[in-house]
């Protein structure tokens, strides 16, 4: 039995699961704390608009990276590693800074309540921040792909400085919370260079051949991540251009912890991903996947939902308002990890049309339906909303693989 054990602990798949998962983990407990700190250092409002603030950065980050972040994976095993990095991270970071630019541009026509970008320093603080991200987001994707997840454990680590940042800020409001990611981004890039550089190398150059080797991988994994990703950073903008920068806050805070739940079948998912595109056995690990993610899945989403409040009343007595919603989200986790592994499947398989057929169905049902419903029933809206796409998506996966499509 313990040879087993052993066995298993050293399995890539696992291994590297394990890390991805610690990583998320570690992460998101961060941010659990994060937020819990800043719910008690800074009012309610100042939380709701520091939501929006960090959620225009992540969809800026997301349109930059044109889709480099998965292609990082997908070519790194048999391509020249530093050349798929270094162009990776120049041409994203150039386009980061630009849609930066833009957004800040037109803050006032579209994004009226995000009043600190109207600052001269915050603009360029948050330029800055758009810059960094996009360096260490794509340095996360190369640990990942090396399968050293035990490096990509120690950057996400060091991300958890952010918290410190918090008690030195509060006198900034809004922008001392989103202050206080960008020194930890800072402290993340120097460590993220220092340990890519032992493993891989950079040098400011762009390999054109690659670009052109990549392009339709890269472009198709782009508008598959905008589909996926981008609802999650809308949400808690249209929640504060509908309901206001309070009830922002509460979603935001409900969302978060519901995160803890999201990275088991995310990890797994990406795992999955990784050990395909290294030629593993794909049906073996799917059904390793699907059997650790139950495991693990189903007592989270149980405590959730029985102690979900007791969670939530440590932010403040006032985002137990949210705790139907956290309960909502919950339980959409078990047809969201469906989707995932089948989008992994589909990804190693690079079957780019599906992918972005699937996740353009979500993005426009989730948004769509938030859109509608969190007007009528407030914040859980956009649970009833999650819950909706996901239980439609995980039919279609499920119908798809009844009609025997060759995807294991």
Known sequence: MLKKLIQQAKDPLYKNSFFIMLSSITNAGFGFFFWMIAARLYSAEDVGIATALLSSLNLIILFSRLGFDYSIIRFFPKGNKSRILSTSI?????????????????????????HPLRNLM???????????????????????????????????????SR????????FLGSAGIFGSVSFAFLFVLILALLLIGRTVGLSLSVDADYVRESFRFSAGNYLASLFSIAPNQILPIMVLNLLGAEKAAYYYVAFAIAGLIFLIPGSMSASLFVEGSH?????????????????????????????????????????VQAFELLRLFALSSFFFAVVSVYLAVKRVQMDVRRIILLNGLNCFALLTLSYLLIPKFDILGAG????????TSSLIVGFLVVKKERWI
């Open 384 to 391: 009833y909303a999650w819950i909706a796409t996901y239980f």
């Open 279 to 319: 030629g593993e056995s794909l049906r073996k690990n799917v059904l390793k996947s699907l059997a650790a993610i139950a495991v693990l899945l189903t007592p989270a989403v149980i405590f959730i939902c029985l102690f979900g409040d007791f969670i939530l009343h440590l932010f403040g007595k006032d985002y």
């Open 122 to 160: 915050f603009s360029a603080v948050f330029l800055m921040t758009a810059a960094v991200s996009s360096v260490t987001s794509l340095t996360a994707q190369s640990f990942i792909a090396l399968r050293r997840g035990e490096l990509y454990f120690l950057q996400n680590l060091a991300a958890g």
């Open 90 to 114: 120049v041409i994203s970071t150039s386009f980061a800074i630009l849609f930066g630019i833009l957004f800040i541009a037109f803050v006032d026509v579209f994004f009226s309540k995000l």
């Open 163 to 170: 918290i410190l940042f918090l008690f030195f800020l509060t």
